[in-house]
């Protein structure tokens, strides 16, 4: 399958991009805000010795995984502002065709509807643009903000899979959404996620 990069896609004020260099800043500054806030949710290192890369060698690292189409990592932009990332990741082609998606939103944005928008079109391009078969999302269950976003773009839960993921420290029990594409009605536009997702949330007359 060759590689769509570099994607950009796009929902009114909300840009999905790769990172650039020019987001060093804003990206260490967003990180360091929502330190405490993104602690519990997030992978981590369980080799005490390794550390993880700082933003240079990260950027790099998820610009070439994204020239390869090994994944898709993307910035996610609010009105002009980095807000997060979210990455679509491993990419599997062949006879399993899917992609397990992550994301996070910087604490300063959270409860704008940031993570399911851009959960919608990342999840919509995997599909319509990329072929993809199915997608899985991996959210703790302690995660209620996460399981919302599952739940508003109508993911199917799987059930629980246990010590899926090192996180904050430890190996910890993920439940598991997934979709596959025969489960979205996709217009000619390539949405089908995004497109239910703003009909369900659209203020009524």
């Known amino acids: 399958m060759p590689s769509t990069w570099p994607t950009t896609l796009r929902d009114r004020d909300l840009v999905l991009r790769p990172l650039r260099r020019s987001d060093r800043r804003a990206w260490e500054r967003l990180r360091a805000e929502s330190r405490a806030w993104l602690a519990p949710w997030e992978a981590t290192e369980p080799d005490p010795v390794r550390q993880a890369p700082g933003f240079a060698a990260m950027r790099r690292m998820l610009e070439d995984a994204g020239r390869r189409g090994a994944m898709l990592p993307l910035a996610i ?38 993570a399911p928008r851009a959960l919608a ?15 899985e999302v991996d959210i703790r269950p302690e995660n209620t903000a996460s399981l919302r976003v599952a739940e508003k773009l109508h993911l ?35 949405r089908g996620v995004l497109a239910r997702l703003l009909a369900e949330t659209a203020p009524r007359a």
């Open 77 to 114: 932009v609010d009105d002009g502002r980095l807000a997060g990332q979210i990455t679509a990741g491993p990419i599997l082609y062949g006879s399993q065709s899917s992609a397990m998606i992550g994301y996070w939103v910087g604490r300063p944005f959270a409860g704008r509807g940031l």
């Open 156 to 190: 199917r839960d799987e059930g629980v899979r246990r010590g899926l993921l090192h996180v904050d420290g430890a190996w910890r029990d993920h439940r598991s959404f997934a979709l596959t594409a025969e489960e979205v009605r996709t217009g000619p536009d390539g």
């Open 121 to 135: 079109l990342v999840i919509d391009h995997c599909f319509a643009g990329i072929g993809l078969h199915r997608v």
